[in-house]
């Protein structure tokens, strides 16, 4: 059996195909393009007949994945992150079985490295020298040291408002980084611009058919670690939101290759900030796109994004899921961020923590119906993001006595 | 089959025993506790009878764990780490087989989490209500976010230059935060006399028996993932130098119950940086403990130990194994920094840079001979040591053309 199913690209939009053995980036139409596998190579078998179990992390799936060789795969042991039993906060928001999966335990940190891990690798299949992104933070870090474990020279642009520590990520894998004085869009235009003028790989969300790929496999993870009892809902911080077109797009290959019991699937929520929630807008009027939110702002700024190329394809995945969309406030998010801290030990980015505020919301709409099983996507680590925590500790001189420690609260 | 085949606590210096079922701190002697399991109710069964080889995650090993009840397990999906090849750093250091084990991929960014995770589901057994600790930031980190999730009271005390990150995961997780104008040393004290005062369980380094049986099962992983491939030298950054302790353990637990196959373990080579390398000077002089270091500094915080309280045991490991100790400077833990960064794409804290500056320098020396496999043991995350990454990016316009991004060093 070959390394990998993949079978050829395809268009949603126009239903134009593409070889990959090609550099691609999007349909002639304008559209992403996806990756099609030879699903009917593989029926019959049963799944862990085409899981690499022994693999702990997401090549575990290399035969639905769209490296054709084995030694393209440039890999820093990204993925099957754990699923976090949170008993507390569930207690608290009226939803015992509530789990959040933890992408904060993957290289760089955040989720964006299993796109890396797959885009890159295939890059790297494909002969890729060079490639331009413009990014919020974590996708430039991700991609940039995943480029120096591939010898790929990497161009990121990123807002002067992204987290901080991303610019150090960048730098520190050789990448050549820029920041602008502006959004996601406006990096998106310089590197649309230099894509255009010097032929390098546009590894833009969505503009490359795989780092989809790599997101996807989130979504196999869930299905195999809840294995017969798929979760309810999956509530996902919706940016880009490549995240949750790729969970959708593995539920579909497993239903299609007869690995989900039941007709059961999940309904997908996508999580957006208040004040950037074109994807909650344009689902509440029950549009097939959404439209650019001028002046979007958010202390979540992976979700910062004003109008995502992949809109129709999440947009997609709620409907079909019978799923929804739903915007947080800045406040719901911080006081969420504090109390899962609180509650269950876990430092987890705003992003995750805007999950956790809609899980809460839906609760109490009775959208979340009592008994249901939650899975809340953290797609990145708290500490990326220090300025969220703000302290003033007490310092003590060497040879002080234990009095200055305040234990009045102790006895609680 | 019980969930844990603990026995009882011993003295490795005095051969006083203790019960686990009671809480205990250090002997009567002054020396730390160890825990000894029953093995010989193990032996003659297969490795993989006794791994709970489902659980992706340290608990894997909970049959040589110290807790006793599974509902006392408080965990966050931590362990079963990566082994990354480091070929290209390799190449460049005469080591082919060159390995980092990645510890950056664990719950709080660092390895610390291991200790917390089975420190404080032990201390929840025992019905712990309150701890103190002093840290270098990523052990109180740990220890807090573990409490927290365990519900016990905890009081936090690290020196004002310890990783500023380090004092927000404390601060989120609602514990006790307390700076001091010092070294750990200093910190020590007072959490001595915290301790003394109000009856606090102590959870400072090998004062509670339980911190060095999570850090184990770093051994226990290795020897799993490289099975029949022992590693010929594992590298470890010592501060105060539980990891090396607990790893060599688990060799000689292995040992025992017949599950390494032939006579070969690896040689363990205690790292610390020049200024601060009390473990290396008594090497050198062939003692058996160490001596106060003065004025220690060193920017690999983590490892910024003056005199650990189980240098005996280090040192012990080190002599047993064939190994050695030595000390890496400012500049080489800089320099190896930034290699493996720009060579393989892992943006690593120095503590881990020092291990590969260290294998640099063995391998010159021709300690580490040929073709010998080397595993360097990464603690934890650069993400969390921003200040190692200087930088001075390029700040763009809106609008601006791609005309002023640098391409000139991409046709390399």
Redesign the interface.
Known sequence: MSYSSISHLFCPKCNSTYDDHKVNQLCSCGSPLLVEYDLDSLKGKERNEVIDTER??LWRYHQLLPVREPEHV????EG?????PMGSMGEKMGIPQLFMK?E??????SFKARGAAVGVSKAKELGI??LAMPTNGNAGAAWS??????GI?S?I?MP?DAP??T???V????S???????LIS?AG???G??VK??GFYDASTLKEPYRIEGKKTMGYELLEQFDNNIPDVILYPTGGGVGLIGIYKAIKEWQELGWIKGDKIPRLVAVQAEGCAPIVKAWEERKTESVFWENSETAAFGINVPKAIGDFLVLDAIYKTDGCAIAVSEDEIKQA??DV???????ICPEGAATFAAAKTLREKNWIKEGESVVCLNTG????Y?E??E?D??????????G????S??L?
Chains 1, 2 share one sequence.
């Open positions: 702990h992390d440039v890999s820093l042991g099957l992150t754990p699923v976090i933890d904060g335990m993957v290289p760089t940190g020298k060079a040291l995943y480029s120096a474990r591939a020279d161009y642009i002067v901080p520590i610019r150090k990520e730098a520190i894998s050789g050549h980084l820029y920041l602008v004085n502006g406006d235009k310089i590197v611009e230099l003028e010097r961020h504090s801290a609180h509650l269950e030990g876990t430092f680590q708290g500490i990326k220090p969220m925590v302290i500790p007490t310092v003590l001189e060497k040879g002080d006595s234990a200055k420690i305040d234990v609260t102790v609680k």
